[in-house]
Nanobody
């Protein structure tokens, strides 16, 4: 059974930084696309960032581009989201997701197109 688990959330002041981690277990996810979504209270879940199976291609939501960086770990079952210059609007539960398709050509930005996801980690940015 595949499991993905996020960690690294917390409370930070506006302008600060956090690094989220996602680790997968149960099968190797080193050859699939992975990504991050978030959901703020009263809002729909939205795509944040994604990385392709090799780690060579990334994509970001406009709202985080230039502030957030997604990358895969040396052990390909791990993925990280470095979040800098955090804003109050970044407050949300952040979810790690992973695709099932190996060596896929794209990075999905729709949550339902992913096959595995974690329980989420809370990020709170105080203004």
């Amino acid at each position: 059974q595949v499991r993905v688990a996020e960690s690294g959330g917390g409370l930070v002041q506006a302008g600060g930084s956090l690094r989220l981690s996602c680790v997968a277990s149960g099968r190797t996810l080193g050859n699939v696309a992975m990504g991050w979504f978030r959901q703020a209270p009263g809002k729909e879940r939205e795509f944040v960032a994604g990385v392709n199976w090799s780690g060579g291609r990334t994509t970001y939501a406009d709202s985080v581009s230039g502030r957030f960086t997604v990358h895969r770990g040396n052990a390909k079952n791990a993925m990280y989201l470095q979040m800098n210059s955090l804003e109050a609007e970044d407050t949300a539960v952040y979810y790690c997701v992973a695709d099932r398709t190996t060596y896929g050509s794209g990075i999905e930005s729709t949550f339902d197109n992913y096959d595995y996801w974690g329980q989420g980690t809370q990020v709170t940015v105080s203004s």
